[in-house]
């Protein structure tokens, strides 16, 4: 990426989740995606299960992910993954939408890790959204389809204040 100030190339700050021009000091801030997440537009060292393009690191909140350009798929480590979900959940003031009815050929679906190269375990996801999740028992990481982490956000249970919108599905 290049510096919007002065055409100079900017350096990741990985850890800051901002580029920084090494030229005249300026830093960019990537804003959130419809997601809910920062793209920091650098290649990982990681690839898409399901696009075997370089996912891109992004974060939701304060957390490290990574991103298919592509799909538009999201892989998490899954220490944090319920942390994120809960703390987005209750932050949403978007309305909640009632999720389809989950897609029983998902199940059928066998996706490599992308970082043992094992097969991913393919289960219902125990909390709400309706999904098929794929995650990896060694490795310890989540994989996300598109949509489906908005799924999780704004299903129904986030409280009163939220009222179910039929209106997004």
């Not at 990741?12 to 005249?24: D, M, P, T």
């Not at 793209?39 to 909140?61: A, K, M, W």
């Not at 909640?96 to 375990?121: A, D, F």
Request: glycine share 6%.
């Amino acid at each position: 990426m290049n510096c919007m100030n002065c055409g100079a190339p900017m350096s990741l700050l990985l850890n800051k989740q901002q580029f920084k021009c090494e030229y005249c000091f300026s830093t960019y801030f990537p804003d959130k995606n419809e997601d809910g997440i920062r793209i920091l537009d650098e290649e990982s060292e990681t690839g898409c299960p399901v696009c075997n393009i370089p996912l891109v690191y992004g974060y939701i909140d304060s957390v490290q992910t990574r991103y298919c350009l592509s799909c538009r798929g999201i892989l998490i480590d899954q220490e944090v993954f319920l942390f994120v979900i809960d703390n987005m959940r209750a932050k949403s003031t978007k309305p909640t939408i009632q999720p389809p009815p989950v897609n029983l050929q998902e199940l059928n679906r066998r996706i490599k890790c992308p970082r043992c190269g094992h097969s991913m375990s393919t289960h219902f996801y125990g909390g709400p959204g309706n999904l098929v999740v794929d995650n990896c028992v060694n490795c310890s990481i989540l994989w996300l389809d598109n949509n489906e982490f908005n799924r999780v956000i704004r299903s129904p249970g986030r409280g009163a204040r939220n009222e179910i919108d039929n209106t997004d599905n």
